[in-house]
Each structure stands twice: as structure tokens, then as C-alpha cells.
């Protein structure tokens, strides 16, 4: 009989922390959207946030100045072959060929006003899907700056910057949905039977390499936890099998970290 895999109690700790309310998720990926639009000039010449359209739900499957935010995300999310920070965009809506889409405009609520929850900072990921397909991801795995100025950020970063898609047009925003995945505390696994796909998210690391997956993938994949194990190395760069010494306790220079989160996203 497989001895039992020893308590996670430290993933368990950290995942404990107070989950974002329905109307706090409703909040930040209204202010998401609205980042989005403003950036690309949808917002008309105020720089406003958008109020969505009823846009809420929920679904599985840093910190000072905005350079060091940014830098930081691309940084945690290993993906920093990203293209340097292209700025406002001064183009109009006319010249973005949307005159006659609908303004979404609201009051931009200031700091003091946010509920505790999206003031507090937390590691967090932003995904954007178009028409069901991935079209960019980034994250800081680093409670380095505030939940809604980290998620603002990376809601553009990830149009943006993610090397392996093409920038977001202003054109395309319209059809992009935006997910948030705001993460817990990782914390450090010792067996490969401690690893929970769906729950947690991974982290692996040896020497400069490392390999971050979200919880989510591991059910959209429907791969159990040796697998999940496996992909996080190859993302990593690492060979796939690199975690079983690990697990037998003959690598210390290689490690896992486990993490939850909270995702939510716009309606579909």
C-alpha cells in the first residue's frame, strides 16, 4: 500500500484567504474592460473606465511605478521576450473604424473607495480569449502591488505583450473576453501525490529555470497530477521526467510550489 502523501497544510493556509465577492469580481473586470478601452482609445477622449454590458461569472478551465509593475509581471509569468511598451494610443474612434459602437462610460472610482479587497496586493493573472481561443496571458506570481493596479496593468500587457501572439488591435477588442485568476501565497510540495489538479496551480523551478501552469489548465487538459507535473517542466524548459527525482527526494536543487486561485471571467 502507497504510504499517504503528507499534508499540504501550508497550500491549505494560504488558499484560505477571503475570496473576492461576486459584486468585487463584477468591479474588477469592469475596471479590466475599461483599462482596455481606454488604452486603445475606445473610451472616447476621457480616460474613464467602461461599464460591461451585465458582464460577470466565474469559470475553471509591482510595487512602485508603472515600469517596475509591468517588468515585474512579464518577469513572473517567464515570458519577458515581450515588445517594449507601445504607450497611449492618440487614435480616435473614428479612426479605429468603431464611431458606432457603444460608449460603456462610468465615474473611475477613486483608491479610497475600492473595496479593501482590490486594494490589497495579491499575485494575480490576466487571460484573454477570443471567440473561445487563447489570445494572451501574463501574471506576477509577486503580491509586489495592489489587486486592481497589477490586474490593469496586465489586462494590457497581455494584449499586448505576450510574445506569442500578435498585438491586440483596437479592432479586436470587442471580441475579447477577459478572465482573472487571482492566486494565494505559493507554497512548497514535497511528493507528487501532494499535487491536486484543479485546485492547484504549479510552479517548478531548477537553478534559472522555471515553469508556471494555473489551475485551470490542468482541468481544460484533463491531465492528472503526473502529467500536470510533466507539462510544468517542459514549460519550464526542463525535460518532462525532471520532477521524479524530486519526488524520490534526490534532487534539492529542484522544486515545486503549489498555489490556488480564484477565477472569474467575463460572460461569454
Avoid at 69 to 85: F, I, L, T, Y
Avoid at 155 to 168: E, G, H, K, L, Y
Avoid at 241 to 261: C, I, K, M, N, P
Amino acid at each position: 500500500m502507497n504510504e499517504p502523501a503528507p499534508p499540504t497544510n501550508e497550500v491549505e493556509s494560504a488558499a484560505s484567504q477571503p475570496l473576492l465577492t461576486p459584486a468585487e469580481q463584477q468591479m474588477l473586470l469592469t475596471l479590466a474592460r475599461a483599462e482596455l478601452r481606454s488604452y486603445f482609445g475606445l473610451a472616447g477622449s476621457e480616460d474613464r473606465p467602461g461599464e460591461p454590458s451585465s458582464r460577470e461569472g466565474a469559470r475553471h478551465g509591482a510595487a512602485a511605478g508603472e515600469n517596475t509593475r509591468r517588468e515585474s509581471a512579464v518577469d513572473e509569468n517567464a515570458r519577458h521576450r515581450g515588445a517594449p511598451n507601445q504607450g497611449r494610443f492618440a487614435s480616435s474612434r473614428d479612426q479605429a473604424g468603431l464611431k458606432d459602437e457603444p460608449d460603456i462610460l462610468a465615474d473611475r472610482p477613486a483608491a479610497a473607495d475600492l473595496p479593501a479587497a482590490l486594494r490589497r496586493p495579491a499575485g494575480v493573472f490576466v487571460t484573454l480569449h477570443a471567440h473561445g481561443d487563447l489570445r494572451g496571458c501574463l501574471g506576477s506570481l509577486v503580491a509586489a502591488a495592489p489587486l486592481v493596479e497589477a490586474v490593469k496593468d496586465l489586462v494590457v500587457a497581455a494584449a499586448t505583450r505576450d510574445p506569442r501572439f500578435p498585438a491586440v488591435t483596437a479592432r479586436d477588442v470587442g471580441d475579447l473576453e477577459v478572465e482573472i485568476s487571482v492566486l494565494s501565497a505559493p507554497a512548497p510540495l514535497t511528493r507528487a501525490a501532494q499535487v491536486d489538479p484543479g485546485r492547484h496551480g504549479l510552479i517548478v523551478a531548477r537553478d534559472a529555470s522555471r515553469g508556471v501552469l494555473l489551475p485551470q489548465v490542468a482541468v481544460e487538459q484533463g491531465w492528472d497530477g503526473p502529467t500536470f507535473l510533466s507539462q510544468t517542466c517542459t514549460k519550464a524548459g526542463l525535460p518532462a521526467d525532471s520532477w521524479h527525482a524530486w519526488d524520490r527526494g534526490q534532487d534539492e536543487d529542484f522544486s515545486v510550489l503549489a498555489f490556488t486561485a480564484q477565477v472569474f471571467a467575463e460572460a461569454g
